[in-house]
């Protein structure tokens, strides 16, 4: 499994990059979201998991323009909001910016390992049906 991380704090990065060692999966980290755009079109990652407040362009808006870019590839990658917005209207504006899911920070690791799973499963099954 491939994960694309944006998060432009570098606390939050170097946390990120020891839970995914930890987890012996691959990420990708960048600072922000023009990063982001420029690192999908160069690997196919099977989730992104998203900051919502990134300098420039906020994480709402990168993912409608990963939505708009999978709309000419057929494509679609799972992207779970992982913010410290935790208000429900933050979670509502996740969804309806095109986000799949979303994860309050703080969070657990037993919280970050269920979206993973819920996730991976649906990604791997979308490909085998393709």
């Not at 990420?27 to 160069?42: E, K, R, S, T």
């Not at 909001?81 to 986000?99: R, S």
């Amino acid at each position: 499994m491939l994960i694309l991380i944006v998060e432009d704090d570098s606390i939050q990065r170097s946390f990120y990059k020891a839970l995914f060692n930890f987890f012996k999966m691959e990420a990708v980290i960048v600072q922000n979201a023009y990063q982001a755009l420029d690192v999908l079109q160069c690997s196919d990652f099977d989730l992104i998991l998203m900051d919502l407040k990134l300098p420039g362009m906020n994480g709402l808006e990168c993912t409608k323009r990963i939505r708009e870019l999978e709309q000419h590839t057929g494509t679609h990658i799972p992207i779970i909001a992982a913010t410290a917005c935790a208000y429900p209207v933050d979670k509502a504006n996740c969804l309806e910016a095109g986000m799949d899911d979303y994860l309050a920070k703080p969070f657990t690791l037993n919280e970050l390992e269920t979206k993973l799973a819920k996730w991976s499963v649906v990604r791997h099954r979308r490909s085998e049906v393709a």
